[in-house]
């Protein structure tokens, strides 16, 4: 891009300012390193020659985007609103030499798909299964988190899709929101062997002096268990670990007597295979129903729509197109 165009102090009379992609490159590294030096350093420039386009973007757009101290640099809010935009620029610049990546070893495409635990053994594989059987020169890239992490990371540009859980307060400005009618029931599961695993009666109240594995702190999972729990009126503080990863939990369960709480589907899916019990007893909660996100920043891919579709019909109790 051409760095050539006169500043404009009267709207409409010169073009709009534009960027070059070194500009670019120095904002995100300034951003991520705080000092001229090293930000030149990783773009592979000397350090004048940095602080003239700096000081070039500056004169262009009529604003300071750093406070240069002693010791580094300061963005100003100027400054904070143009590494976004550089952050986002790299993103999809990254994500386009991919997909061309693709291209040249024969696929037709890739997907990022970002999930919550809860439907990957039901509607997740399903849909990633109909869709590789309709399109299998399309890369599929998986990612299971929280929802507080996934929605992020899909602003961001780092996921195509989200299978998520629907938050409170959610940007709908910034994303295009399909919703599914039914929430997520959430079990208790112990090891096959649990003394609780076969007891008449059981209470939450029974459950309080164990040892609980539940999502980390902030994960709408989390906040509605713990919402469950003190409606139980279990409200002295519980013996907790923290862990996203249905590996450690499901090992720690099988060498001790914690209990973890889980979406339904994936209980089902390792009772079925005798690696976990489901006890006895019901946690009165309500998951936020699922939605699937896409970003209205980018414009969907052909494979994009395409698993969309396959999801959706799914979800509405068809076997995918």
């Not at 640099?73 to 990254?94: N, Q």
Request: net charge neutral; aromatic share 4%; hydrophobic share 45%.
């Amino acid at each position: 891009m051409s760095d050539t165009s006169p500043p404009s102090d009267l709207p409409g009379t010169f073009p709009t300012p534009k960027i070059s992609s070194r500009q670019i490159a120095l904002l995100n590294a300034l951003g991520e390193l705080g000092t001229l030096r090293k930000a030149a350093t990783a773009i592979h420039t000397t350090q004048p020659a940095a602080s003239l386009l700096l000081q070039q973007l500056e004169d262009r757009l009529g604003v300071q985007l750093f406070e240069r101290l002693p010791r580094g640099m300061r963005p100003t809010l100027f400054g904070e609103v143009m590494i976004r935009y550089a952050r986002g620029a790299l993103h999809e610049f990254e994500y386009a030499e991919a997909q061309l990546a693709e291209l040249a070893r024969g696929a037709t495409g890739m997907v990022r798909i970002g999930t919550v635990m809860g439907p990957v053994p039901t509607l997740l594989t399903r849909g990633v299964l109909a869709f590789k059987a309709a399109h299998p020169k399309v890369r599929i890239a998986l990612e299971v988190g929280t929802s507080d992490e996934l929605i992020p990371a899909l602003i961001r540009g780092d996921l195509d899709v989200v299978l998520g859980r629907l938050p409170d307060q959610l940007d709908g400005q910034s994303l295009d929101i399909q919703r599914f009618e039914q929430g997520e029931r959430m079990r208790i599961i112990a090891r096959p062997q649990h003394p609780l695993a076969s007891h008449n009666g059981l209470t939450l109240a029974a459950l309080a002096p164990m040892t609980w594995i539940l999502h980390p702190i902030g994960s709408p999972m989390r906040r509605q268990v713990e919402n469950a729990l003190q409606a139980a009126q279990l409200i002295k503080p519980l013996d907790i670990i923290e862990t996203r990863s249905i590996l450690a939990t499901s090992s720690m369960l099988e060498s001790s007597d914690m209990i973890a709480v889980v979406p339904n589907d994936v209980a089902e899916h390792y009772a079925r295979y005798g690696m976990i019990a489901i006890l006895p007893v019901e946690l009165p909660l309500s998951m936020a129903n699922l939605g699937l996100m896409t970003s209205k920043a980018r414009p969907m891919s052909a494979a994009v729509k395409a698993l969309l579709t396959c999801l959706s019909s799914i979800s509405n109790g068809a076997d995918g197109p």
